[in-house]
Each structure stands twice: as C-alpha cells, then as structure tokens.
C-alpha cells in the first residue's frame, strides 16, 4: 500500500468523504458553498434595497427635524431626540387610528385563520366542483382592489343590495359612512379579498398530515369534528403560526382599502389607519419625519404581536 493510500485509510476505514472528492472546508463568512451564496446575491440586496436601507432611514428621521428639500440642496436636519414621537403620541387623530387598526386585526385575523382552515378542509376532500371552488376562491385575492371595490361600495351603499336584503335591520347611515361599521365592513372586505391566499397555504398543509392518523382516530371512535380538532388542527399548526403573521402584518399595513372605500378614513377619521396617517402627514403635509416616528411605533407594535402570537401558537415547537 503507498503512503498516500495510507494516509486515507485509519483503521482499515477510509477517510475519504461519501462522493469521493476531498472535503470542502467551510469558509468563515462564506459557509461551505459560495456558490450559492452568488446565487442569492441578487436578492439580498434587493432586500437591503427595499427594505432595510429604507427601515433604517425611517429610524433615523424619526429623531431629527426632516423636512423635503431641493434635490443636491445642503440644508441643516438637527436632531430633535424624542420629539417627534411626544408629537405623534399627543396627537388624538394618529391614536385613533391605531385604535381603529386594532379593531381591524381583531375581526380580521380571527376570520382569516377559521374561515381558511375550515374551507381548505373541505376543499381537501373529494367534493364535486373542487377545482372550481378552489379558483373561485382566489380570483378575489389577484383581482385588484380598485376593481372590486366598486362592487363593494355599490353593494354596502345607503341603496345597496346588502340594506335591501336587511330592510329595517340595515344600519342608519350606511356601513361605509358610519363611524360604528365603517372598519368592520372594511375587515370584512379584506378578509374576503384575502382568503384565497391563505386557503392554499393550509391546502399546502394538509397534504402534510397523514391519512393514518385520521384512520387512527377514526378507529379510537372519533368522529368528523374530533378529527379536525385532535389531528387537523395540530398537524397544520405551523401554517397557522404562518397565517396569523402575514394576516397580522398585511392588516398593519392597511392602506388601499381605507384610502378607497372611506374616500381617506372617514367618516371623521374611524377608518383610517396609521399608513394612511403616515402618507397623509408625510406627502400631503409635508411633515416625513413626523410620519417617520408612526412607522418606527408600528414597526414596533407588529413586532410585539407577532412575538406574542409565536408563543400563544406554538411558533417555537412548530
């Protein structure tokens, strides 16, 4: 045997990695294949593009006196400290709109995650027309906004088919122009636009929990609804951690439906939201840095939530 045969065997046991070439050593920054780190290059820095650099900007306007200025112009930004944030804090219309988000999430995210779970079980099943039922649930999500919202209007107006159908039950004045049911309806539009999503995410799901497991419960004496709960549920608990995050963090942003529904959060602010507030102060007031200090408090209360909702779910067992 030569050296070099010798060299790679220890104890009659080769030492040759499986695949026969020699082993990669593992870079300190670049891990044991640069390669792919090439290959995600383009969007990690679209990220830090998109999303970080602006995050951190955001930051740091929110504690200095930003205003917009002439392209190239040097103009002096102090820094202010917590200034703007005691300005936003003091400001009833701003709270109110975090209040009226919170009513959102409230109606929102519950519907979101029963209403998709309960319709990607059955869609999962052997029902006729599943194809159909399965398309007819996403075409809202990749409709655009402005083309249903028209519908909705037209359907929740002081006239509209929703008010005939409720006759002296319909609330006066209607959902859309009352500060009472103005978000709600919102929430629930939303939901709906929405559901096609986050049905195929639990349809992604549920190809995941095995058949035996339902035989099993089924022979334990367990019946449709024991099922669900004792096997369906727990087997789909990470995308239901998955759910309730994007839901929480799609309605934190909420801009659009607002914006068109309530013609910019009305009536008298009860739907507005704090994006809204933030386009509202930031490019139609002039005042980016007071828009700054909302964005960094909402960064900071969807994160709070969304730490919240991973340890009420079982995000970490998950």
């Known amino acids: 045997m030569s050296q070099s045969t010798a060299s790679r065997t220890v104890a009659g046991r080769s030492t040759t990695p499986p695949g026969g070439g020699p082993r990669r050593r593992k870079h300190p920054l670049l891990g044991k294949n640069p390669f792919g780190l090439l290959l995600s290059a383009p969007y990690l820095i679209f990220v830090l593009a998109v999303f970080a650099y602006p995050l951190v900007f955001a930051f740091w306007m929110s504690f200095h006196d930003y205003f917009f200025a002439a392209p190239g112009a040097d103009v002096d930004r102090p820094f202010v400290g917590l200034d703007n944030f005691r300005e936003v804090l003091a400001d009833p219309a701003i709270i109110r709109s975090f209040g009226n988000v919170g009513v959102f999430l409230l109606i929102n995210v519950p519907l979101?995650?029963?209403?998709?779970?309960?319709?990607?079980?059955?869609?999962?099943?052997?029902?006729?027309?599943?194809?159909?039922?399965?398309?007819?649930?996403?075409?809202?999500?990749?409709?655009?906004?402005?083309?249903?919202?028209?519908?909705?209007?037209?359907?929740?107006?002081?006239?509209?088919?929703?008010?005939?159908?409720?006759?002296?039950?319909?609330?006066?004045?209607?959902?859309?122009?009352?500060?009472?049911?103005?978000?709600?309806?919102?929430?629930?539009?939303?939901?709906?636009?929405?559901?096609?999503?986050?049905?195929?995410?639990?349809?992604?799901?549920?190809?995941?929990?095995?058949?035996?497991?339902?035989?099993?419960?089924?022979?334990?004496?367990?019946?449709?609804?024991?099922?669900?709960?004792?096997?369906?549920?727990?087997?789909?608990?990470?995308?239901?951690?998955?759910?309730?995050?994007?839901?929480?963090?799609?309605?934190?942003?909420?801009?659009?439906?607002?914006?068109?529904?309530?013609?910019?959060?009305?009536?008298?602010?009860?739907?507005?939201?704090?994006?809204?507030?933030?386009?509202?102060?930031?490019?139609?007031?002039?005042?980016?840095?007071?828009?700054a200090a909302i964005g960094v408090i909402l960064v900071i209360g969807v994160l709070i939530l969304a730490f919240i909702q991973r340890k009420l779910a079982g995000g970490d067992e998950s």
């Open 112 to 291: 979101t995650v029963i209403l998709s779970l309960m319709l990607a079980t059955a869609l999962n099943k052997a029902v006729r027309f599943r194809t159909f039922l399965r398309v007819a649930y996403y075409v809202p999500y990749v409709t655009a906004s402005v083309a249903v919202v028209g519908v909705w209007i037209f359907l929740f107006s002081g006239n509209g088919l929703v008010n005939q159908i409720l006759g002296p039950l319909a609330p006066d004045p209607a959902w859309l122009i009352n500060e009472d049911w103005a978000m709600p309806t919102i929430a629930i539009f939303v939901t709906w636009k929405g559901l096609g999503f986050f049905i195929l995410l639990y349809l992604a799901a549920l190809q995941n929990v095995s058949e035996e497991l339902y035989e099993a419960a089924s022979t334990d004496g367990a019946g449709r609804i024991r099922s669900f709960f004792s096997v369906t549920v727990p087997g789909v608990r990470p995308a239901t951690v998955l759910v309730l995050l994007l839901s929480t963090v799609t309605g934190a942003n909420l801009f659009t439906e607002p914006y068109l529904l309530t013609g910019g959060g009305g009536p008298n602010g009860a739907s507005s939201s704090p994006v809204l507030m933030m386009y509202q102060r930031g490019i139609e007031q002039g005042s980016p840095d007071t828009a």
